[in-house]
């Protein structure tokens, strides 16, 4: 059964910090790979997709790079602001189930 | 964009009330899914919908059933509501295929007394 894994729990970083969230899987035959943001009290908001064949996705200032063999994702935020501040959560696609969640790493940007 | 409706932000109900918790998406998704969040043990599945009329168990249906009379949407009922489903229930659906992102909704705060 895939596992995800999402370390640390929780990260502080000072404004204008670039950073990187960690993301693992246990099985590594997956189909894509997701990264969600959200924010208090709220819905989770997809970010990036990044698909099996692909080894990174960008968008503005975040990108995510994709490694199979090794299992693991990382989402990287360059010149974080405090509005980054939030939830981000990665979830896995293995083709014949739902998408299986990492319980997130709460980013909190220091101004 | 992608509109995922969820009909109450915040709920209050009594244990022991049958409660339904309406989802609709308005892109014509074929997969609909209910998620519960809780502190400390992230999103949990509980029924997912590939299709009109269908439905699978996720990982923690006890105590919920659900129905999808049309494709848009998706249902959530707590049969008999007990304390212990506080949560906040999140909506998501996506398009079917391998590459498609999933939308969520806003969530709604349910609070059994």
């Known amino acids: 059964k895939q596992e995800v894994t999402q370390i640390p729990a929780a990260l502080s970083v000072p404004e204008g910090e670039n950073l990187v969230l960690n993301c693992s ?3 590594s035959a997956i189909y894509n790979l997701q990264w969600f943001r959200q924010d ?3 819905g989770l908001t997809s970010l990036l997709l990044i698909q099996s064949s692909q080894r990174e996705q960008t968008s503005g200032r975040l990108n995510a790079s994709l490694d199979k063999s090794s299992g693991r994702s990382t989402l990287y935020i360059a ?15 293995s083709g014949n189930t739902p998408l299986v969640f990492g319980k997130g790493t709460r980013l909190s940007v220091i101004a | ?5 969820q009909s109450s932000r915040y709920l209050v109900k009594r244990t022991g009330e049958k409660v339904f918790l309406e989802c609709v998406q308005d892109m014509d998704h074929e997969n609909m899914f209910w998620y519960r969040q809780d502190p400390g043990l992230g999103l949990r599945l509980i029924y997912f919908s590939y ?6 168990k996720g990982d923690i249906p006890e ?3 659900v129905s999808r009379e ?3 949407r998706f249902s959530l009922i707590l049969e008999s509501a007990s304390t212990n489903q506080t949560s906040m229930y999140l909506c998501a659906s996506s398009l079917q295929g391998s590459y498609e ?11 059994v007394l």
Do not use: N
């Not at chain 2, 964009?1 to 409706?5: E, N, S």
């Not at chain 2, 299709?51 to 699978?56: A, W």
């Not at chain 2, 992102?101 to 609070?111: A, E, N, P």
């Open chain 1, 25 to 27: 899987f246990t099985d």
């Open chain 1, 40 to 42: 208090p009290g709220k």
């Open chain 1, 79 to 93: 010149a974080s602001q405090p509005g980054d501040s939030a939830t981000y959560l990665c979830a896995v696609d």
């Open chain 2, 1 to 5: 964009d992608v509109k995922v409706t």
């Open chain 2, 51 to 56: 299709d009109v009329k269908m439905k699978e």
């Open chain 2, 63 to 65: 105590g919920y059933s």
């Open chain 2, 70 to 72: 049309k494709k848009e």
């Open chain 2, 101 to 111: 992102k999933l939308f969520f909704g806003s969530g709604t705060q349910l609070s």
